[in-house]
Structures are given as structure tokens and as C-alpha cells.
């Protein structure tokens, strides 16, 4: 079964990936069913498949399964992404070539899924950790900080809500490193964010902003940890 899956997903690599050149993606977007390079595009991962399933033409309807649904699924997001929504139809149509393959597997290798496994009390602790480290932290984050207010408004060289994913991201980094037991990585991280936030510290001219981009990095670090070492404990129990 491993087998089986991991040849369909190099495949689809292969084709989706490492050869779809950006000339192609630029004249199927113009040209929509009428480009060429819509028809050369299913045709490398025909030959994906085929060379990676060594040419077992028993699985001919599981290959052409893929093929059709993956041309299908590609002309629907051609006709149907603007400049609005591309991004959100890049994961949808890779999400849905995903889920053609993992139903191809589970015809060839059929599967279930325990719901007791996944409604085990680890795998709820873990998903607990994460909204905690995600949208809970960042709630109260944000409001801990309202009680102050800095003088100057976000540049508009600065990107949306960056800061906010930011913080998200150290934080699960943080929680990870601690599962894994690497805290040598934690410090690793707070010298790399330091680096990267040196020209906001060094502001002479406005020692709020440092005090306040310190308060927050402390903050944020120290919820992690917390965190973290509340889950290490929890899942040995």
C-alpha cells in the first residue's frame, strides 16, 4: 500500500511540479481549453503513471480515473481563478487530486478509519494545544497589549496581520521544540527573531515601540513554553 501511494504522489509531483514549466501555467491561463499545454500537462503524468507503475496496464482504470478527474479539475479552476481567489484554488485543486489518489489507493488498498483513534484523548490534547498556541494565545495576546497604545500607525510598507502570523508561527515552533525536547532550538529562535526585529529595536527615537515589541515576544514565548510543558505532562499521564 505504501508503495502503491507514494508512486502516485511522485507522480503527481512530477507532473503538477517538476515539469510544468511557469509558460505553461501562463498560456493555459490565457488560452483555457484551447492551450496545448493543457493536453501536454496530462500527458506527462500519463507517463508519470505509467513509468512509475511499471507499465501495469491492469490498473488502467485507476489510471484514467486520475487522468480524467485531474483534467477535469484542472479546466474547472482555469475557467474559474481570477486574481482574487487564485490562491485559495491552488489548494483546493491540489486538495482535490489528493483526494482522487487517496480514493484510488483505498479501492486498491482498502482502509478505515478508527474514530476511536481519533477522538483518543492524545490526538484531542494535541488539537487543544494548537488552538491554544493559535487563536486563543493570540486573543489574549492582543488583549493584554490594548492597555497600550503606540503613537505611530503600522507603516504601509508592512505587510497585513503579519505580525500576528508571525506569532503564531514562534509559538508553534516553540511547542514543537519542546515535544521534541530540543530547548537549545528555543534560544536558536529567540537570537534569529532579535536579528530580524534589530532595526525596530534600535529606534532610539521610540523606546515605546521597543518595550512594546519586547513585552509582546516575551509574552508570546512564555505561553508557548507553558504550553508545552503543560502537554508533555498531560500526554504521559
Not at 490594548?146 to 503564531?168: R, V
Given at each position: 500500500?505504501?508503495?502503491?501511494?507514494?508512486?502516485?504522489?511522485?507522480?503527481?509531483?512530477?507532473?503538477?511540479?517538476?515539469?510544468?514549466?511557469?509558460?505553461?501555467?501562463?498560456?493555459?491561463?490565457?488560452?483555457?481549453?484551447?492551450?496545448?499545454?493543457?493536453?501536454?500537462?496530462?500527458?506527462?503524468?500519463?507517463?508519470?503513471?505509467?513509468?512509475?507503475?511499471?507499465?501495469?496496464?491492469?490498473?488502467?482504470?485507476?489510471?484514467?480515473?486520475i487522468l480524467l478527474s485531474h483534467f477535469v479539475i484542472d479546466l474547472a479552476?482555469?475557467?474559474?481563478?481570477?486574481?482574487?481567489?487564485?490562491?485559495?484554488?491552488?489548494?483546493?485543486?491540489?486538495?482535490?487530486?489528493?483526494?482522487?489518489?487517496?480514493?484510488?489507493?483505498?479501492?486498491?488498498?482498502?482502509?478505515?478509519?478508527?474514530?476511536?483513534?481519533?477522538?483518543?484523548?492524545?490526538?484531542?490534547?494535541?488539537?487543544?494545544?494548537?488552538?491554544?498556541?493559535?487563536?486563543?494565545?493570540?486573543?489574549?495576546?492582543?488583549?493584554?497589549?490594548?492597555?497600550?497604545?503606540?503613537?505611530?500607525?503600522?507603516?504601509?510598507?508592512?505587510?497585513?496581520?503579519?505580525?500576528?502570523?508571525?506569532?503564531?508561527?514562534?509559538?508553534?515552533?516553540?511547542?514543537?521544540?519542546?515535544?521534541?525536547?530540543?530547548?537549545?532550538?528555543?534560544?536558536?529562535?529567540?537570537?534569529?527573531?532579535?536579528?530580524?526585529?534589530?532595526?525596530?529595536?534600535?529606534?532610539?527615537?521610540?523606546?515605546?515601540?521597543?518595550?512594546?515589541?519586547?513585552?509582546?515576544?516575551?509574552?508570546?514565548?512564555?505561553?508557548?513554553?507553558?504550553?508545552?510543558?503543560?502537554?508533555?505532562?498531560?500526554?504521559?499521564?
Amino acid at each position: 500500500m505504501l508503495a502503491f501511494t507514494l508512486k502516485l504522489l511522485i507522480a503527481h509531483i512530477i507532473g503538477d511540479f517538476v515539469l510544468q514549466p511557469n509558460t505553461w501555467i501562463s498560456e493555459k491561463k490565457r488560452k483555457k481549453h484551447k492551450s496545448k499545454y493543457l493536453y501536454y500537462h496530462i500527458l506527462v503524468h500519463t507517463i508519470a503513471l505509467l513509468l512509475l507503475l511499471k507499465l501495469d496496464f491492469s490498473l488502467w482504470p485507476y489510471i484514467l480515473m486520475i487522468l480524467l478527474s485531474h483534467f477535469v479539475i484542472d479546466l474547472a479552476k482555469l475557467y474559474l481563478q481570477n486574481s482574487k481567489n487564485e490562491r485559495r484554488l491552488f489548494f483546493i485543486d491540489q486538495g482535490l487530486h489528493l483526494s482522487v489518489i487517496g480514493l484510488v489507493v483505498d479501492l486498491n488498498f482498502p482502509f478505515s478509519i478508527g474514530f476511536d483513534n481519533i477522538f483518543s484523548g492524545n490526538f484531542l490534547l494535541t488539537l487543544l494545544s494548537i488552538l491554544m498556541l493559535t487563536s486563543v494565545t493570540s486573543v489574549v495576546i492582543k488583549t493584554l497589549m490594548s492597555k497600550w497604545q503606540l503613537d505611530e500607525d503600522q507603516p504601509k510598507s508592512a505587510l497585513k496581520n503579519a505580525g500576528a502570523f508571525i506569532g503564531i508561527l514562534e509559538r508553534l515552533f516553540i511547542f514543537l521544540f519542546i515535544v521534541l525536547g530540543h530547548w537549545s532550538a528555543i534560544g536558536f529562535l529567540i537570537t534569529a527573531k532579535s536579528v530580524f526585529r534589530f532595526g525596530d529595536l534600535s529606534r532610539a527615537k521610540d523606546r515605546k515601540l521597543t518595550e512594546y515589541i519586547l513585552i509582546g515576544t516575551l509574552l508570546s514565548f512564555l505561553i508557548a513554553i507553558v504550553i508545552g510543558l503543560g502537554y508533555k505532562y498531560l500526554i504521559t499521564i
